[in-house]
């Protein structure tokens, strides 16, 4: 007599098998997706606080009064472009520098060193972020 020697997997045991990583899909999707965004947010405050200490580099190199005149009549890009030799990572454009979603407005006024404003503009209407 043969004895039949099976060595597949039922339908039932593929369909159990699909089912609990559809399971384990669908409850870690969210976190993967919340992960991500927290790290985005993270990056955009790290950079609003670098651009925060290039400003104060850029004060303490150049003297405030020297300055303090000239940076109120400048556009952001333009600001910038005068931080740029501060930072250690720069490229060309504020835009490039912010992570996409985020948008980061440096100070208008030195003589007050504020701090840069950082919006999320993924958000409508887009909100600013306290760090």
Do not use: C, H
Request: glycine share 4%; hydrophobic share 40%.
């Amino acid at each position: 007599m043969k004895t039949k020697n099976n060595k597949a997997f039922s339908l039932v045991e593929v369909l159990a098998a699909v089912g609990i990583i559809g399971i384990i899909a669908f409850l870690a999707i969210p976190n993967i997706v919340a992960i991500k965004r927290d790290s985005e947010r993270n990056l955009a405050v790290s950079r609003a606080e670098a651009l925060n200490m290039s400003v104060a580099s850029y004060i303490q190199s150049n003297g405030k009064d020297a300055v303090a005149t000239a940076w109120g009549s400048k556009s952001n890009d333009q600001r910038y472009t005068e931080l740029i030799p501060y930072l250690s990572f720069a490229p060309n454009t504020l835009t490039e520098f912010s992570p996409a979603g985020y948008g980061i407005t440096l100070p208008t006024n030195l003589n007050a060193l504020q701090k840069s404003i950082l919006q999320d503009t993924s958000t409508d209407p887009a909100t600013t972020i306290d760090y």
